[in-house]
């Protein structure tokens, strides 16, 4: 077996988790959400093997590389990302029904990366060919999935703030935690995560300092992951000074996370610069 397999077992494993997840909500069955969660710890199991023998397919090329080359093998490692940031809150808070509203980011990444993206393993070009890149995307993407968590919660949460009468539930929404649960786990998965996308943002200066002999150009990446990190800074500020929790957090959380995808991908695939490698 492959990595591409494994990863194709771990795409499967994400649907069936994400469909229970929803099954779940629909028939309130604590079995189904017990189920739904062992499924995702498989697809887990099956993705961080699947990175880890990719890495051992390219050692046997003659590449000598973590995992993290192109835009294929980033889409995986964002996926994990996920699901690692996802099961760590799970069992803090055990919440079932979040899994609804987090497994299908990473579900859809692995389908992408599957179906649409050149999952050849290739040397990675000189300015790559650092320690730095490792640092720079492991922490970024933990960064990322941090806010995926978050913007999860948020869209929960407003379509239970939507809800007239909060303390009386009915349907799929009694599932639902409660709304301060979901405002704290906001708050919690981005306290993880911006401290992530500023190391991310730190040890990527690092990285281009090495590679280009400047730790900052104003390339397009650069200034959409800066922009990414004031719309996290705003958040923080907010709530500490202002009390900014509740709905208005939740937009907040749910806009960051827009600006998340297209400083990840729109960046890539639509602007050019000296990250333009990344939609390779």
């Not at 600006?259 to 639509?270: E, K, M, P, R, S």
Request: aromatic letters at 18%; a neutral charge.
């Amino acid at each position: 077996m492959n990595s591409v397999q494994l990863f194709n077992l771990t795409t499967i494993g994400y649907f069936a988790s994400m469909v229970l997840f929803l099954v779940y909500l629909i028939a309130r069955s604590p079995k189904l959400a017990l189920a739904a969660t062992a499924v995702a710890w498989a697809g887990f199991a099956a993705n961080t093997a699947g990175i880890a023998l990719r890495y051992f397919e390219a050692v046997d090329m003659g590449y000598n590389q973590a995992p993290l080359s192109n835009l294929y093998e980033s889409v995986v490692f964002f996926a994990w990302s996920i699901l690692l940031v996802y099961l760590l809150m799970d069992l803090k808070y055990k919440q079932r029904a979040v899994g609804a509203f987090v497994i299908p980011f990473a579900f859809i990444g692995m389908t992408w990366a599957q179906l649409g993206l050149d999952d050849a393993i290739a040397p990675l070009v000189p300015a790559l060919q650092s320690n730095w890149l490792t640092y720079h995307v492991i922490t970024c993407f933990l960064g990322y999935a941090g806010f995926a968590i978050a913007c999860g919660a948020s869209i929960m949460y407003l379509i239970l703030d939507a809800q007239k009468d909060k303390d009386n539930k009915h349907g799929i929404l009694a599932l639902f935690p409660d709304i301060r649960v979901l405002d704290d786990i906001n708050y919690k998965a981005i306290m993880f995560g911006f401290p992530m996308l500023t190391l991310g943002i730190i040890t990527g200066a690092a990285w281009a300092n090495y590679a280009w002999g400047t730790y900052w150009s104003w390339d397009p990446k650069e200034t959409w992951s800066l922009i990414v990190w004031f719309v996290y800074a705003a958040f923080l500020h907010a709530r500490f000074t202002r009390g900014w929790v509740g709905k208005r957090a939740a937009w907040l959380s749910i806009v960051g996370f827009a600006a998340t995808i297209f400083c990840y991908l729109g960046v890539n695939l639509v602007l050019s610069g000296l990250h333009s490698y990344g939609g390779a």
